[in-house]
């Protein structure tokens, strides 16, 4: 096999600069052209995708023997494909067996294995991305995007940082200390990259691999072997994952057990695999009722974890009042607002706001976004394409139960997805709610809900906005302001909170997007998450370093 | 106030090049000698030391109003010293105060600070000293060596590794992404450091301030308010660093409660500390048992440990057979095995060991050992200098306790210190046991006792030694072989257990001391510890990054 490291260190290099400078970089081409990615690219994925249907996912490593999963897709399909059941100890215990060719391994050989991977994956990702729209719900170009390049990207940016940290470990040092008119005192010394040992993986179902893929490009690229748990609903974007993985393992000369898949879990087996003092690192991506638990009881590993986040707009004043309803029109709707990015709560002064049209009360506020949304969401083709579906019955049925809780600024009213008949899609509920009503809005309610919240002032907003981040957690916040002084509260509340703050977004970037090597994907400073995807912090602790020390011959 | 940045730059760079190299360094010179640091300095630091004694410790900070504090040097002496009481509501309310002009620093003026809070401690090294050897029992120069300038480097190593990791995270990007024929999507960011929260440093009676600066000087220059809690046994050494710490950010123009000392806390309060929710990071260094405490309770914090290491030595053959005895002598030796990397397990066959003198059976290796420390501690002036005095009750009673256990290698002989008719201090007590003997040997017996362990071959020895610091933890582990069989075969198992191997120390390095800026102290991958003093990952986490983006305008 060529040299992997040599090969894919260009792409290397350039994701060193970019994390260097966290302007705006790329490795993977996000537009699904047959011009990049080849012009039968979609049609063969398609027709792959067609053939995994309704049998045995082929994947050749260590179970139980039996087979099992059962995904359905958002849009209606029965997916129909079964995967290895795991077995806990199995999966241990080939790990266990695959771990110390893949420790001794330079940090280059694994470096480039993990490079290849991505490659490999990134030529998939018409795979992928039917893969992810028929798991997560997402409409087919973002699930492509995301799904594919950007995930891609994610990984990439795990094993640039991972790299860079452990090439700041010399390999070896002369220690020479001067010892007055004598000899100086002369040391050899080595320095061992020692990985922490097996590293579980938990993914999500409406992000499988962009969530997925810093914790298991991270973890991989520093040592340790890396058993990938997906969601039930979610499991086939992470099986090609682990099976593209295998392939190039094997073909690099490792042992492919580096990369399992446990799927098809029973109740109480995530329990035993995340508690097992063999697992050293999690990384999860879920609910904070799991998340919890994790933190309580598998306390043997270095847990990574994004959770929820409820993320506030605080709109004071704008020069774009257009521009400003738009772009919140667009952040609510945007795959159903199912994206932990997604804003939930709009702060909003009872008294109103000024505008480039003047001053807008606060119904006005509410009408101008209802407007936007309806706008945005006029067209069908267009509503499916932002949209996408609902991913679980549990949001769904969350979005009808809140839709008759209280008064509504825009309804959630039933889309069609054109071709899916079967796909459950609603227009973003939008609710107006008082800030005394903090039982309504103060916790997650994941989906197409959000709440225009009437304060007292901008202050308050603010206030709210950023207490609630550090007590519930927050990952993103938006401020619409013209006042200079406003947004230096705002900055230094949203800091404090440990809250990325977008400010006066009203063209095409949104609050929800967050961009590979140069957005820092959650803080880890308040309740959304304890860790960073990506930055040193989320690697550096993935390894430690073993050191050798002899008398050296005099020099 | 001058530039306290530009002013100690120069030694920052050293110390950022010293921790990329891992090649010998040293910013503050190890020689208690007038040339260097005043020829009057020894005198004016015992002076300062008498001064201080019989009275309270002046140190203006927020308390309960009432001084408390028993010191009792080992040499004898009661200190008399009384601190302010701390009131733990009090000291943490200061903190929070205080934590936000902090935090709003640069990297660049907290860097600075904590150059020149280290730059005057060098100063005090004599004061200090006398401090360090009036509370941990250490002798002068060791005192001197690795309470003042060991340290001060220690935690300049700290700040350098701190300081580099603030400077990955950029202060400001510009985003441009391509969009088509269109103009570029462009957004400006901004990348702020954000500190955890208040920190902790729990000091340890052995080196009260070579254990602390680390985490120390890491929360401080990460920007986060530092509450000292020094060993009831040893508050002389941390007092005076904070009172230093205060009156330097006093003068920079930051409130002095930035660091604060926690002295004579009552039963619980401690506990009280570092289980409030303002607590972000924790730096503990001491027993295992009080360690356990904190991993259990103290979970809201950011938790560095260095508890307990049982340290093996390896003998399966040797080229050097009187510098080998001589070496583990001095290592069994040196401040009477109350060093968390002194020695305790020295596995040797049964069968006895090749050697330059031919074969010597493994009671001969023993007797070598045992001739080597009566030659060490011969003279009555080198020992004291080698041994110091026992620190604690509870070690002295170890001894006592152990030495009537079994049979003895070598004994625990009471050595008179000149000067010091009060100190206690014994010649290492070396004890015979078979492998089997577990239950002797497999825990940690702090203080001056080790074990001659008898195993069937160097494979077994290698074997239980490792397997012992995976499963109790070790800092350090020694071999001697001429066998480069066995060498590979160590360097693999100490590895995977993370344990620093020292091999075939013959002549003036002991396995015992660890370098700043070139040797790894504590891997933070066996029960030893968590963390690694110091290394990337032991300050990435002490702070978060928090982001603001807005559109730019055309460039």
């Known amino acids: 096999m060529a040299d992997l490291f040599a090969t894919h260190k260009p792409v290397l290099d350039q ?3 970019a994390i260097a400078g966290r302007g705006y970089w790329a490795a993977y081409p996000e537009m699904p052209s047959g011009k990049i990615y080849g012009e039968t690219a979609k049609a063969d994925a398609e027709a792959a995708f067609q053939a995994l249907l309704n049998k045995p996912f082929a994947l050749d490593q260590p179970g139980s023997g039996g087979f099992g999963g ?18 806990v100890p199995r999966l241990l215990e080939a790990a266990r067996k695959a771990a110390p060719g893949w420790a001794e391994a330079t940090p280059e050989a694994r470096v480039g294995v993990c490079l290849e991977i991505l490659h490999r994956l990134n030529r998939q990702s018409f795979l992928i991305a039917q893969a992810v729209m028929h798991t997560s719900g997402q409409a087919f170009v973002m699930a492509f995007q995301a799904g594919g390049p950007h995930a891609q990207d994610r990984g990439l940016e795990a094993v640039a940082y991972a790299y860079d940290e452990m090439k700041r470990v010399p390999v070896r040092a002369r220690w020479e200390k001067p010892a007055g008119k004598g000899e100086p005192l002369r040391l ?3 320095f061992r990259i020692v990985p922490r040992g097996i590293a579980v993986v938990i993914g999500c179902s409406t992000f499988p691999t962009w969530n997925s893929y810093p914790g298991l490009f991270a973890s991989l690229a520093t040592g340790n072997p890396v058993i990938v748990k997906p969601h039930p609903g979610a499991i086939l974007p992470l099986a090609l994952t682990v099976k593209i993985g295998r392939e190039v393992l094997k073909e690099a000369g490792f042992d492919p057990n580096v990369l399992l898949l446990a799927a098809d879990l029973a109740d109480g087996e995530t329990q035993a695999l995340v508690t097992d003092p063999l697992v050293a690192i999690i990384d999860f991506t879920g609910g ?13 590993a270095q847990l990574f974890t994004e959770k929820a986040g409820i993320n506030p707009v605080v709109i004071d004043s704008t020069d774009d009042f257009e521009g400003m309803c738009a772009n919140i029109a667009f952040s609510l709707s945007l795959y159903s607002g199912q ?21 807008k009360t606060f119904e006005e506020v509410g009408a101008g976004i209802a407007r936007a949304i309806d706008r945005l969401l006029g067209d069908p083709d ?10 679980s019955d549990a949001t769904w049925e969350r979005v009808q139960k809140e839709a008759a809780a209280g008064e509504v600024v825009h309804p ?4 069609a997805i054109p071709g899916f008949p079967q796909a459950r899609a609603v227009t973003p509920l939008v609710r107006k709610v008082a800030a ?28 709210r906005a950023a207490a609630g981040a550090s007590a519930k957690g927050a990952i993103t916040a938006a401020i619409y302001t013209t006042d200079p002084d406003v947004l230096v509260a705002a900055e230094k509340a949203f800091a404090e909170a440990g809250v990325a703050l977008s400010e006066n977004l009203t063209g095409g970037v949104f609050v929800n997007q967050s961009a590979a090597f140069s957005d820092y994907h959650v803080s880890g400073a308040n309740p959304a998450g304890n860790a960073c995807l990506t930055d040193a912090a989320f690697v550096a602790n993935r390894f430690r370093v073993a050191m050798v020390r002899r008398p050296a011959k005099a020099a």
């Open 382 to 391: 267009r509503a499916a394409a932002v949209l996408g579906a609902i991913q």
């Open 188 to 190: 050899d010394k080595e």
């Open 288 to 300: 904070p009722a799991f998340g919890r638990w994790l933190e309580e009881n598998a306390r043997q």
């Open 15 to 17: 994701a060193l600069a």
């Open 436 to 463: 005394a009503a903090e039982e309504t809005y103060a916790e997650e309610k994941f989906g197409p809900i959000s709440f225009l919240i009437a304060t007292g002032d901008t202050a308050e907003s603010i206030r």
């Open 339 to 359: 994206m932990c990015t997604a804003p939930q709560n709009i702060f909003v002064p009872r008294s109103g706001i000024a505008t480039d049209q003047g001053h």
């Open 70 to 87: 059962r995904e359905r897709s958002p849009y209606g399909l029965e997916l129909g494909i079964t995967y290895p059941k795991a077995s």
């Open 412 to 415: 959630a009213t039933p889309v």
